[in-house]
T-cell receptor
Framework: DGGITQSPKYLFRKEGQNVTLSCEQN?????MYWYRQDPGQGLRLIYY???????QKGDIAEGYSVSREKKESFPLTVTSAQKNPTAFYLC????????????FGNGTRLTVT | SQKIEQNSEALNIQEGKTATLTCNYT??????LQWYRQDPGRGPVFLLL?????KEKRKERLKVTFDTTLKQSLFHITASQPADSATYLC????????????FGTGTQLKVEL
C-alpha cells in the first residue's frame, strides 16, 4: 500500500532542543516537500528536494534543516533557532512534473514549551 | 505580489444543496490550478486539477471552473452530504516557482442535516 508516512503524530519538546521529524515515502517519487501549517494560515513551504542529495529553501527555511540521502526519506530538523516552532508539519511528495498533484502524509504536530 | 485568496469564513449549508467555494488570485496567470480536501488533523488530499484552457472539470459530484478573465476558480459540490464537511484548499505554482505549489488558506465547509 503506497503512501507517505510521517512519524510521530505528536511530538513535544522543550525550548532550546533540536528535534527531527521523519518522512518516508514508498511511491518512488522524485520530489519531496515540507510544509508548515498554522491556524488561519495556508500551508507555507519550508524546504523541498527534487532529487536525491539536492534540496532548496522554501519561503520560511530559517531555523530548519533537511537532508535527502535516500529517495524514500526526507527528514526535517527543527532547530533551536526557529522562533515559533509549534505548528503542524506536513510532508508531501510528487512525481516531479510541474502539474503533478502532491501526496501528503498525515502530519506531525510539534509542541515546544 | 502574487497572491491566492480563499474566503476565510466557514461556509454552512444544508444537506442536499450545492456548495460553492471561491479561489481568487492576483498578479498572476497560472497555467493550472489544483483543489485539495483537508480533514482535521490530516494531510490534504488531491481532488481535481484544471488547466487554463479548460473552462470546467468534473469528477462525480465535484465541479471546478477556471475563469482567467476574472482570475477566479470556483469549486462546486452538488448534492452535498455531511461527509463533505472539511476544509478545501486551492493551490497553484507561482511564476518561476519550479514545482512549488502555493496554497490558499482554505475554506471550511460544514454540511448540516
Amino acid at each position: 500500500d503506497g503512501g507517505i508516512t510521517q512519524s510521530p503524530k505528536y511530538l513535544f519538546r522543550k525550548e532550546g532542543q533540536n528535534v527531527t521529524l521523519s518522512c518516508e515515502q514508498n511511491l518512488n517519487h522524485d520530489a519531496m516537500y515540507w510544509y508548515r501549517q498554522d491556524p488561519g494560515q495556508g500551508l507555507r513551504l519550508i524546504y523541498y528536494s527534487q532529487i536525491v542529495n539536492d534540496f532548496q529553501k522554501g519561503d520560511i527555511a530559517e531555523g530548519y534543516s533537511v537532508s535527502r540521502e535516500k529517495k524514500e526519506s526526507f527528514p526535517l530538523t527543527v532547530t533551536s533557532a526557529q522562533k515559533n516552532p509549534t505548528a503542524f508539519y506536513l510532508c508531501a511528495s510528487t512525481q516531479g512534473q510541474d502539474n503533478s498533484p502532491l501526496h501528503f502524509g498525515n502530519g506531525t504536530r510539534l509542541t515546544v514549551t | 505580489s502574487q497572491k491566492i485568496e480563499q474566503n476565510s469564513e466557514a461556509l454552512n449549508i444544508q444537506e442536499g444543496k450545492t456548495a460553492t467555494l471561491t479561489c481568487n488570485y492576483t498578479n498572476y496567470s497560472p497555467a493550472y490550478l489544483q483543489w485539495y480536501r483537508q480533514d482535521p488533523g490530516r494531510g490534504p488530499v488531491f481532488l481535481l486539477l484544471i488547466r487554463e484552457n479548460e473552462k470546467e472539470k468534473r469528477k462525480e459530484r465535484l465541479k471546478v471552473t477556471f475563469d482567467t478573465t476574472l482570475k477566479q476558480s470556483l469549486f462546486h459540490i452538488t448534492a452535498s452530504q455531511p461527509a463533505d464537511s472539511a476544509t478545501y484548499l486551492c493551490a497553484f505554482i507561482l511564476t518561476g516557482g519550479g514545482n512549488k505549489l502555493t496554497f490558499g488558506t482554505g475554506t471550511q465547509l460544514k454540511v448540516e442535516l
